[in-house]
């Protein structure tokens, strides 16, 4: 149903600079918020969830990128890791502190931390609890609980479709 990845934390950073982390799993990436001026040191603290409709194979990996942030310039990628799902599609979880590797896939001193957990459609790995399904969006709503979407102000007008009360 859901491959959910934690992110915790980044050391051993070389210099200071603006940090941000991609993390892709089938084609869809997601951006953490951009760490300023991070200096050794960078905490994330953010989750992301991808949808799984279709079972993950053991062949399959979820790649993560740490990269320094330039609003002007290309943000340059300073460390990667790639996670092969076959050890996490047997356990449901996994909580890695790992090196990242360079762009010539040289081990290097910086160290991610991250949890990451699977939960299948079958329902044979991992289990869902009642409160990971259920949080607030962005407008303060239950998501889960039946309520149904609503644009923000505004936005109603610039939509082919119309919402009935």
């Known amino acids: 149903m859901a491959l959910v990845l934690t992110l915790k934390s980044v050391e051993n950073l070389p ?17 953490t918020k951009i760490i300023p001026r991070a200096k050794g040191v960078a905490y994330f603290g953010q989750t992301f969830e991808w ?14 990128q740490l990269f320094n942030f330039s609003k002007y310039l290309n943000n340059k990628c300073i460390g990667t890791y790639s ?42 790995v991992g289990q869902w609890n ?13 998501i889960g609980s039946g309520s149904s979407y609503r644009p923000p102000s505004g936005l109603e007008d610039t939509m082919s479709f119309k919402f009935e009360e």
């Open 15 to 31: 210099g200071k600079a603006d940090r941000l982390i991609q993390a892709t799993y089938r084609g869809l990436t997601y951006t």
């Open 51 to 64: 949808p799984v409709a279709r079972a993950a194979e053991s062949d399959e990996s979820l790649h993560i």
């Open 83 to 124: 996670l092969f799902l076959q050890h996490l599609i047997e356990h449901g979880e996994l909580k890695i502190s790992e090196s990242l590797t360079d762009h010539l896939n040289r081990i290097s001193d910086i160290n991610i931390t991250f949890e990451v957990r699977y939960y299948s459609p079958d329902g044979k």
């Open 130 to 142: 009642q409160g990971e399904f259920t949080g607030d969006d962005v407008d303060g709503q239950s």
